[in-house]
């Protein structure tokens, strides 16, 4: 099982911890711990979550705390951070903006603590406490190597300069001795692109104006070794580059150089370029600043003759020989031996033998022993390192020959300093040798003056504040500089000693240091006779160190021989630089003092030094080994934490009482564990109620302690009243928390109920005012409802009655007409009958006029006949006779009968037929042709056949013939006249003069037109206009119709009128399809002739305005497309006649269709 933490800020000691079991995680991790473990979690310092700007302040002061205090203000890019007096500083690795003109005025005359922690507070401090208290001061800037050191160091010099504000000559010589130091002491190292490989102390001197007189520069342990060896991807010193770079070629050439890959002490570390270093422009500056410091041309000169006889050695050339069985070495002769020569002015074959061979003094006598290719190569390295070293020394002696007043012997002038040390911090790699011993040693003792310091300060703190402080122990490193330096028979006496004496070896050296000092508790002896190293418990951790080299490193000496060379060289300048070699004697030189010695009196020179000036300390962090910004490798910055011995200022104030507060800081802070207790600016008595806080709190018998102006505690109190606080805060903060919760809450429920009573209105309102309406319009239809009802009531009752009387009337009318047809109908039967019955009675009695004729004929026969015959016979033949003309008469009577009937049924059809007739249907067509028909149309020549109908008579009166027919033409015809007509306004005439195109007047001709009347922008109406005129003209019969004889039934008759308009002119006459038409016929006009354009178009409008499913338009199209076109305008016309029908419907059609043409 694991615990799941959310996180507070704790701190735990797990052992999967980032850093030696410390680890803390920021708020946005979370992490899972098993439970056992949970006991190792803490929570954090309130201090620690946000950090402060003083850790000393840190609740949590201990190196976890330390380092996430640094951790967080990075991230924020705040790289400065105070531990008491000590600055330390991150390095960015980017330019931050915070070292501008204005930062500077910002910072300048202000209290440590008054402003964010700066370097500038730093160097202002100094500068005013320098002023004030009329005591140097100093600057001890630590770190490991490309943590700052020599950066911090300009920022100081650079922020002295501003506010010294002289810019003075001297200044800019101080200012300008930095870059020439870089070139000949810095070079590009893994670590740092710009590494100072010597340590170094400028001296700044003020005058009593605060103004900088001068300044001395002190400098240490330079790296000589690297002129001859570097390590991989390191170079030499940039001054080597520099000049390849930038040298004048004539100049180079005099020198005999090339490029920096020529030369193998420059491509040791197969590296010659420095990303983000310009050597070329650093060269230039280099040679402006050696002007400002006063090299001369020659100086300049020489050392550049150096420098080159220098790269030139380095490419010598060693051969193996044997003379005599013994190993020797001959340099190979090559121009660069000449070149070395003769820039040294020496003989080249001095050079060949002071390098491979050395001479040896015995009894008064000197010998020369060949050297092997291994102790040649060692000859010439150290040569040229001594060379270097000699030039390195020499150009800070000519710094500061320019830069350095020596104090003036007048003792009432008295001027201040403040020193600089820029100096490496403690070194422990992994094969440490001889440099890193001087280099610890040094920082021993930095260490021992720091400690001191901070042990004075506290002590002075407590003195001050009249505390008692016998009590308080503190540990510091002094053992551990005994046995280095100071004791009788320390390690660097050992070594010196050791390195004097002729027989002294590595190995010896590291038997008398264990026998020495097996016993001390800081020296780790090697674990075995083979072991070639031995152990220093520093104040930073254990340092082993590896013998081998020790002495010869130590001795630093160079052998008589090639003093000797440097004697025979006619050239001053080396000369000169080796001049206190060359003017010692052999022997002296023998006991001339050895790199330790040396270096431990420069060293106690400076102590003494620093101890007379109140000292700063900087301590320069490297955040990374990569050079990158923003990025912060905790463990490298624990051990730099642990290396600049700010440890050792915790331990310090842990030992004594850590925690002090001033008394309103006090107050302000703790008052509310004590109710009633005012803030510290109203209180009067601080001291007495700090005194009853701890005193109610702490109790008596508890160890802190009150001093003039500060309580001291001790952390476990300061733990104690934290807590108390935070509760008793806590407690006020829920109380608080609850009053504004809930103000909070009802001014926000009071504001919720306003907002829900105003909602609630308005939505009542609406709802109200949609009910009424609802309501309303409820009523409004039961009214209407009512009066309809009401109405609809009336309305039957009347409706009743009108029927009622309408029935009574009707019946009344119905009888009427029927008594009277009754009476009509009798009467005409009467009449009839009367008739029938007269007409048969006429019958009858013709009838009986024949009969009685047929028997008086008898009786006239018989009367004849009995003359003749017999009376009977006669009486006989006369009825026979009689009997024939009564046969002849029935026939006679049958015959009319059948007449008569004959007749009825003739009468009974023509009746039914007009019947008929009168049902039938009515033709149009035929109609129109009736009505119009007087027009006439089918003559080859207008107006000529047919007679007029009644009312047109007069029409053809008009006299016949040629003349009278052109005057016809081109005559107006007889108008009204225009007096009788007084709408003088809307004259035709008028309107036809203003608006008729060309030379149309407003007078009727029987011509076709060559241009529509009026203007039309459109082509379809154009055309349209044209076919209307001559539809027109045959209408009116004026012009012929086309010769050609269709016969086409559209079965008119079925269709109604506006279906046929459609169908003769088309429904569509859409603007697009007309701009189509335009846009067609625009393109057609470049690529066809006119007639094709005038064919297309018209083709077009044809198709647009009769319908193509049209009978009609089916043929006219047909007939259309295939050309054989007679007149302008619409074709519709022009091969077949047309129904008046026809023409009225184009003519009202396009009128209807086209706008344009009403
Ligand atoms: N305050 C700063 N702001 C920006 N960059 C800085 C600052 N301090 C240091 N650096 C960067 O870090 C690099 C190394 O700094 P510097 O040369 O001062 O280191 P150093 O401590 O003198 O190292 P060494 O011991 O090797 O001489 C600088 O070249 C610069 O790029
Ligand atoms: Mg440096």
Redesign the pocket.
């Known amino acids: 099982g694991f615990l799941f933490v959310i996180l507070s800020f704790v701190w735990t000691d797990l052992p999967a911890s980032v850093v030696n079991g410390i680890f803390f995680p920021s708020p946005t991790q979370e992490h899972w711990i098993s439970p056992q473990n949970a006991t190792s979690i803490k929570t954090m310092h309130p201090t620690s979550i946000h950090g402060v700007e003083d850790m000393i302040r840190l609740g949590d002061l201990n190196e976890a705390g330390i380092l996430r205090n640094l951790l967080i203000r990075y991230n924020e890019r705040v790289i400065y951070t105070y531990t008491g007096s000590i600055l330390v500083a991150v390095?960015?690795?980017?330019?931050?903006p915070i070292y501008t003109p204005d930062q500077i005025r910002l910072y300048t005359n202000k209290k440590i603590g008054e402003m964010p922690p700066h370097i500038f507070a730093i160097a202002d401090n100094c500068y005013f406490n320098m002023q004030r208290n009329n005591k140097d001061q100093c600057c001890i800037i630590s770190?490991e190597?490309?943590?700052?050191?020599?950066?911090?160091t300009k920022?100081i010099l650079q922020f002295l300069a501003a506010i010294s504000g002289q810019h003075s000559w001297i200044e800019q010589q101080v200012l300008e001795a930095t870059p020439i130091l870089e070139a000949f002491g810095n070079a590009k190292?893994i670590?740092?692109?710009?590494?100072?490989r010597f340590g170094k102390y400028i001296d700044i001197h003020f005058n009593k104006r605060g103004a900088i007189e001068g300044a001395k520069i002190e400098q240490y342990l330079l790296e000589k070794s690297r002129v001859c060896r570097q390590a991989p991807d390191e170079r030499n010193y940039h001054i080597f580059y520099c000049m390849l770079k930038g040298m004048a070629p004539e100049m180079k050439a005099k020198l005999g150089l090339g490029l920096a890959t020529d030369y193998s002490y420059l491509t040791m570390g197969h590296c010659t370029e420095c990303d983000g270093r310009d050597d070329l422009s650093d060269y230039s500056s280099i040679l402006s600043a050696m002007k400002v410091l006063m090299f001369t041309e020659t100086e300049n000169w020489e050392i550049s003759k150096l420098l080159a006889a220098i790269l030139h050695m380095g490419n010598l050339r060693f051969e193996a020989r044997t003379y005599d069985n013994l190993d020797a070495c001959v340099v190979v002769r090559s121009p660069d031996l000449v070149t070395a020569a003769s820039l040294m002015e020496v003989e080249p074959k001095d050079v060949m033998v002071c390098l491979t061979t050395r001479t040896l003094i015995t009894r008064g006598e000197s010998v020369a022993t060949p050297l092997n290719v291994e102790q040649g190569l060692d000859v010439r390295d150290a040569f040229v390192k001594g060379i270097y070293g000699r030039l390195f020394v020499w150009i800070v002696e000519k710094i500061n020959a320019a830069i350095f007043r020596p104090p003036s012997s007048e003792t009432n002038i008295i001027r201040k300093s403040i020193g600089l040390l820029?100096i490496?911090g403690f070194e422990n790699f992994f094969v440490n040798s001889f440099e890193q011993l001087c280099i610890n040693f040094a920082n021993e003792n930095l260490q021992q003056f720091f400690v001191r310091h901070v042990f004075k300060l506290e002590q002075e703190e407590y003195n001050l504040e009249d505390i008692s402080w016998q009590h308080i122990e503190f540990t510091d490193n002094q053992d551990a500089l005994d046995m280095i330096a100071n004791k009788p028979m320390n390690i660097i006496s050992l070594i010196d000693e050791e390195s004097k004496f002729p027989k002294g070896t590595d190995a010896t050296m590291l038997y008398k240091l264990n026998s020495q000092h097996k016993l001390n508790s800081n020296y780790i002896p090697p674990k075995n006779s083979y072991e070639t190293q031995f152990g220093i418990q520093h104040f930073a951790g254990v340092v082993l160190y590896e013998t081998r080299g020790f002495l010869e490193k130590n001795r630093d000496s160079l052998h008589t021989d090639i003093i000797q060379l440097v004697h025979s060289s006619k050239n001053k300048f080396i000369k000169q630089i080796f001049q206190a070699d060359v003017a010692m004697g052999v022997e002296t030189r023998k006991r001339s003092p050895t790199l330790s010695s040396q270096f431990k009196r420069s060293l106690e020179m400076l102590m003494r030094t620093l101890s007379v000036c109140q000292p700063f300390f900087v301590r320069?962090i490297k955040p990374n080994e990569l050079k990158k910004p923003m990025l912060f490798d905790r463990e490298l910055c624990i051990r730099q934490l642990r290396y600049s011995g700010m440890m050792e200022t915790i331990r310090i104030r842990r030992a004594g009482y850590p925690i002090r507060y001033s008394f309103a800081e006090f107050v302000d802070r703790y008052r509310v564990l004590m109710p009633g207790v005012k803030p510290a600016h109203v209180q009067e008595d601080l001291r007495g109620t700090c005194q009853q806080i701890v005193l109610a709190r702490l109790g008596k018998h508890d160890d802190w302690q009150i001093g003039k102006t500060k309580i001291f505690l001790k952390d476990h109190h300061d733990m104690q009243l934290e807590i108390e606080r935070d509760k008793a805060i806590t407690d006020k903060v829920i109380l608080i928390q609850k009053a504004v919760r809930g103000l909070k809450e009802r001014t926000n429920f009071l504001r919720l109920r306003s907002a829900v009573t105003f909602i609630q209105k308005v939505w009542r309102g609406y709802q109200s005012r949609k009910n009424y309406q609802i309501m309303r319009s409820g009523f409004l239809r039961l009214q209407a409802v009512y009066r309809s009802r009401k109405h609809y009531r009336s309305y039957r009752m009347t409706r009743l009655r009108v029927t009622l009387i309408q029935a009574l009337c009707r019946g009344f009318l119905i009888r009427q007409t029927f008594w009277r047809r009754l009476r009509a109908v009798l009467t005409i039967q009467a009449y009839t009958r009367g008739m029938i019955a007269r007409r048969l009675c006429q019958r009858l009695r013709a009838e009986l006029q024949r009969r009685l004729e047929a028997e008086r004929q008898r009786l006239a026969e018989e009367e004849r006949l009995r003359n003749q015959m017999t009376a009977r016979r006669a009486k006989a033949e006369a009825e026979r006779k009689h009997q024939e003309r009564l046969v002849q008469l029935v026939q006679q009577q049958e015959e009319r009968e059948r007449e008569e009937k004959e007749e009825a049924r003739r009468k009974k059809e023509l009746l039914e037929q007009m019947e008929r007739e009168k049902e039938a249907p009515v033709d149009h067509s035929d109609m129109v042709d009736r009505m119009f028909g007087f027009l006439g149309n089918a003559g080859p020549l207008p107006n000529q056949d047919g007679q007029a109908p009644a009312g047109f008579e007069d029409l053809e009166n008009i006299p016949r013939g040629e003349e009278a027919e052109e005057e016809v033409l081109n005559e107006a015809l007889p108008l009204p006249d225009e007096e009788e007509e007084d709408l003088s306004e809307y004259k035709f005439s008028k309107f036809a003069a203003t608006y008729f195109q060309g030379v149309s007047t407003h007078t009727y001709i029987r011509r076709p037109l060559k241009q529509p009347l009026l203007f039309h922008e459109d082509e379809g109406d154009q055309l349209a206009a044209l076919a209307v005129w001559i539809t027109v003209l045959r209408f009116m019969g004026d012009l012929p119709e086309p010769k050609c004889q269709i016969v086409i039934n559209d079965g008119s008759e079925k269709i109604p009128v506006m279906t046929k308009i459609y169908e003769t002119l088309g429904k569509r006459t859409y603007k697009r399809e007309l701009q189509e038409l335009q846009v067609e016929g625009e393109v057609r006009r470049r690529s066809f002739n006119h007639v094709q354009k005038r064919n297309s178009v018209r083709h077009k409008l044809v198709s647009l305005t009769l319908k193509r499913k049209s009978k009609i338009t089916e043929e006219v199209t047909r007939r259309l497309t295939e050309g054989d076109y007679g007149l302008q305008g619409n074709s519709m016309l022009e091969d077949r006649p047309t129904s008046n029908l026809e023409k009225l419907h184009f003519i009202i059609g396009n009128g209807i269709l086209r706008p344009a043409l009403r």
């Open positions: 390095n960015p690795y980017q330019l931050l770190g190597s490309g943590a700052g050191k020599t950066e911090s920022l190292t670590r740092n692109d710009n590494s100072s820029d490496f320069c």
